[in-house]
T-cell receptor, first 114, second 113 residues
Framework: DAGITQSPRHKVTETGTPVTLRCHQTENHRYMYWYRQDPGHGLRLIHY???????DKGEVSDGYSVSRSKTEDFLLTLESATSSQTSVYFC?????????????FGEGSWLTVV | AQSVTQLGSHVSVSEGALVLLRCNYSSSVPPYLFWYVQYPNQGLQLLLK??????LVKGINGFEAEFKKSETSFHLTKPSAHMSDAAEYFCAVKGEYGNKLVFGAGTILRVKS
């Protein structure tokens, strides 16, 4: 258990509405990530953070924004949800272990945009 | 930059048979390689990882993988499949000093009784 909590775990929302997903970690790990999972694509990085107020884009960042005002929380916002953003969203953290870091994942947030 | 190719989106084996899931990677820097498993409606669980040192890596649940630099491969194997191994498996790569994982598309393993 890497101490990652995602909320909400399931959400149905309407096209055009804003949605915020929250990721909370119980320890002060520096790196946090948001990935989305879609069939045939594996997991793709949306945004990541390397510290409070330090964030950067991943490969599929269009339509998403993030914020990290506290070390333990990393928020993902869909400003105006679209059906193409229906997906499973995973938060992850990077933990230093022996030689190199290992990335651990939360349980996922299932988002349906109708 | 890194990329991962998993050969075969679906693999089916009989219970007790060898499991072989293929992963080839591309990396411009020394790679760190990972296998994750995902059971239905759950998050990803780390199976094993290669960073440096021994190229044959043992993981949980009897799985192992071998890093072959000359073949740019990191195939996952298990000598004898169990029904509980049915899941989706993801291979992933990151650079030695990087902090971002790049994933393959995943392989769904089906185990037949």
């Amino acid at each position: 258990d890497a101490g990652i909590t995602q909320s909400p775990r399931h959400k149905v929302t309407e096209t055009g509405t804003p949605v915020t997903l929250r990721c909370h970690q119980t320890e002060n790990h520096r790196y946090m990530y948001w990935y989305r999972q879609d069939p045939g694509h594996g997991l793709r990085l949306i945004h990541y953070s390397y510290g409070v107020k330090d964030t950067d884009k991943g490969e599929v960042s269009d339509g998403y924004s993030v914020s990290r005002s506290k070390t333990e929380d990393f928020l993902l916002t869909l400003e105006s949800a679209t059906s193409s953003q229906t997906s499973v969203y995973f938060c992850a953290i990077s933990i230093a272990q022996g030689s190199g870091n290992t990335i651990y994942f939360g349980e996922g947030s299932w988002l349906t945009v109708v | 930059a890194q990329s991962v190719t998993q050969l075969g989106s679906h693999v089916s084996v009989s219970e007790g048979a060898l499991v072989l899931l293929r992963c080839n990677y591309s990396s411009s820097v020394p790679p760190y390689l990972f296998w994750y498993v995902q059971y239905p409606n759950q998050g990803l669980q780390l199976l094993l990882k290669y960073t440096t040192g021994a190229t044959l890596v043992k993981g949980i649940n009897g799985f192992e993988a071998e890093f072959k630099k000359s073949e740019t491969s990191f195939h996952l194997t298990k000598p004898s499949a169990h029904m509980s191994d049915a899941a989706e498996y993801f291979c992933a790569v990151k650079g030695e000093y990087g902090n971002k994982l790049v994933f393959g598309a995943g392989t769904i393993l089906r185990v037949k009784s």
